[in-house]
């Protein structure tokens, strides 16, 4: 089984400012990586997939891998309350066919 | 696109009744769907692996027997839970991978069972 490391306990920011989430991961030979968002009592919902070391933006979400490093990042831009929720960080595991999910961070925005 | 829908939303059952749940994919087809389990305040765990045409494959500790998991067409699995009892109510979801290779899942919205 893959591991798949959020250490950060949940995430308190003002609206408009930078939320910055990290997830280590212990296998190297890791291709694929995502980021959901799930609301509580909601299912997980696709925010970012990133495949190549570097930043991928997409609106005010911006993913950023680093294979070498073994860690990728999710940075939420301009955060408003209606981000307010868990973040899963999530890998391919292709061995065992599956998604290898962190534990997750919550982010509170506040107003 | 990549929409995935549960049925139903939620559902009260009285302790030793069955209740099946449906995945549908909308817009896709999915080789693979898969079932989650979630209690409050915990992390996702994968229950079962639902392949098309084949037998799921169960987490360990999860009872095949009890949960049981049906994927007869490229967009729908069912997941039967038999013989419900209380310690059974949770959250349950799916999600399903449109793209045979590669690791992206689209998720259902769920569907909250409360065994009474």
């Known amino acids: 089984q893959k591991e798949v490391e959020q250490n950060s306990g949940p995430l308190s920011v003002p609206e408009g400012a930078i939320a910055s989430l990290n997830c280590t991961y212990s296998?190297?030979?890791?291709?694929?990586f995502f980021w959901y968002r799930q609301y509580s009592g909601k299912s997980p919902e696709l925010i970012m997939s990133?495949?190549?070391?570097g930043d991928k933006e997409d609106g005010r979400f911006t993913a950023q891998l680093n294979k070498a490093s073994q860690y990728v990042s999710l940075l939420i831009r301009d955060s408003q309350p209606s981000d307010s929720a868990t973040y899963l960080c999530?890998?391919?595991?292709?061995?065992?066919?599956?998604?290898?999910f962190g534990k997750g961070n919550q982010v509170v925005v506040i107003p | 696109g990549a929409v995935v829908s549960q049925h139903p939303s939620w559902v009260i059952c009285k302790s030793g009744t069955s209740v099946k749940i449906e995945c549908r994919s909308l817009?896709?087809?999915?080789?693979?769907m898969f079932w989650y389990r979630q209690f409050p305040k915990q992390s996702l765990m994968l229950m079962a692996t639902?392949?098309?045409?084949?037998?799921?494959?169960?987490e360990q500790g999860v009872e095949k027997d009890k949960f049981l998991i049906n994927h007869a067409s490229l967009t729908l699995s069912t997941l039967t839970v038999t013989s419900a009892h209380p310690e059974d109510s949770s959250f349950y979801i799916c999600?399903?991978?449109?793209?045979?290779?590669?690791?992206?899942?689209?998720f259902g919205p769920g569907t909250r069972l409360l065994v009474l």
């Open positions: 999600s399903a991978r449109p793209i045979p290779g590669e690791e992206t899942q689209y």
């Open positions: 296998d190297r030979g890791s291709q694929s």
């Open positions: 990133i495949y190549s070391n």
């Open positions: 999530a890998l391919g595991d292709y061995g065992n066919n599956r998604l290898a």
């Open positions: 817009d896709f087809q999915a080789t693979t």
């Open positions: 639902s392949n098309e045409g084949s037998k799921a494959t169960y």
